[in-house]
């Protein structure tokens, strides 16, 4: 049974650091990886999506890294703003007809003015 | 891209009732999902609906309780039945992009539901 961790759970920063969340999945066999964010009490946008075969997915500031061997990927934001406050949320696909995403716990980012 | 709507946006419903929500996406498409978010929690699949056939549900969810309709490819209700507190949820609907958009997945504002 897949399954998807986020490290850490919660994270506060100064406005302008460079940081890194992390998300791990227990079974390699997947067919994609997405990032999102969620805005308290809001829907989900979607950030990135990597395919299985790619190793990174680049978006303005934001770059995702996939690495599938080693179950884990990475969202890299560069010079945080407080705008970038909300939870982030990766979720990977399985392959096959399900088209299923399972979701990991998500990272509470809070970026400090 | 697509553009998905929900409504209602938020509800307060009393224990017992019932609540209809509506998803419409501005484009055909052909799975659609719904999903429900805890307090606290991330997301879990309730269940996958194509048009013209039946839902397909997750373990843990069942039809009489998440009766899920499917009319056409731009268009899906999701009923909460014999509501208690614990339905009390964000419920949001999603659609994948299919081939051509690599099977992202869009979601749509989400439905805040309250059971008193």
């Known amino acids: 049974k897949q399954e998807v961790t986020q490290i850490p759970a919660a994270l506060s920063v100064p406005e302008g650091e460079n940081l890194v969340l992390n998300c791990s999945f227990t079974?390699?066999?997947?067919?994609?990886l997405q990032w999102f964010r969620q805005d308290p009490g809001k829907g989900l946008t979607s950030l990135l999506l990597i395919q299985s075969s790619q190793r990174e997915q680049t978006s303005g500031r934001l770059n995702a890294s996939l690495d599938k061997s080693s179950g884990r990927s990475t969202l890299y934001i560069a010079a945080s703003q407080p705008g970038d406050s909300a939870t982030y949320l990766c979720?990977?696909?399985?392959?096959?007809?399900?088209?299923?995403?399972?979701f990991g716990t998500g990272t509470l980012l809070a970026v400090q003015p | 891209s697509a553009v998905i709507s929900q409504k209602p946006s938020r509800d307060i419903c009393q224990r017992g009732t019932s609540l209809t929500i509506q998803c419409q996406v501005d484009?055909?498409?052909?799975?659609m999902f719904w999903y429900r978010q805890q307090p606290g929690q991330s997301l879990t699949l309730i269940a996958t609906?194509?048009?013209?056939?039946?839902?397909?549900?997750e373990s843990g969810f069942v039809i009489d309780k998440f009766p899920i309709s499917r009319p056409n490819l731009t268009f899906s209700t999701l009923t909460v039945s014999n509501m208690s507190p614990e339905d009390s949820s964000i419920y949001l609907c999603?659609?994948?992009?299919?081939?051509?958009?690599?099977?992202?997945?869009?979601f749509g504002p989400g439905t805040r539901l309250t059971v008193l």
């Open positions: 609906a194509n048009q013209g056939s039946e839902a397909t549900y």
């Open positions: 999603s659609f994948s992009g299919g081939f051509a958009r690599r099977d992202e997945q869009f």
């Open positions: 079974d390699s066999a997947i067919y994609n």
């Open positions: 979720a990977v696909r399985r392959g096959g007809a399900t088209n299923k995403l399972i």
């Open positions: 484009s055909q498409v052909t799975m």
